[in-house]
């Protein structure tokens, strides 16, 4: 399984960015796959999910500035961040939900998203 992040960089407040994941060794069309952030000095919370038939839950921050999608036929999830704000800065993750109960939970290496007063 690999999960490879791209798409961070350094925005000023207010600004966008797009990140993406791209995926191999997973059954991508029936995974649920999420996006973490790891502001700095805090753990790893979660931003946005999106089911494999494309339901979307996000963390209430983030509602209507950041937008989670999929391409299954590239195996690529996003996440659209728009009005960006100092405290979306941090590592963000992509990850995949197992589809088999015990499974452990693949990671990317993550993006580095800094954004500037």
């Known amino acids: 399984v690999q999960l490879v992040e791209s798409g961070g960089g350094l925005v000023q407040t207010g600004g966008s960015l797009r990140l993406s994941c791209a995926t191999s060794?997973?059954?991508?069309?029936?995974?649920?796959m999420g996006w973490y952030q790891q502001a700095p000095g805090q753990q790893r919370e979660l931003v946005a999910l999106?089911?494999?038939?494309?339901?979307?839950n996000d963390r209430d921050s983030v509602k209507d500035r950041f937008t989670i999608s999929r391409d299954n036929g590239n195996i690529t999830v996003y996440l659209q961040m728009n009005s960006l704000k100092p405290e979306d800065t941090g590592v963000y993750y992509c990850?995949?939900?197992?589809?088999?109960?015990?499974?452990?939970?693949?990671w990317g290496q993550g993006t580095r998203v800094t954004v500037s007063r």
């Open positions: 060794g997973i059954i991508f069309s029936l995974s649920t």
């Open positions: 999106i089911s494999g038939g494309g339901t979307t």
């Open positions: 990850t995949a939900t197992p589809l088999r109960l015990g499974a452990t939970r693949p």
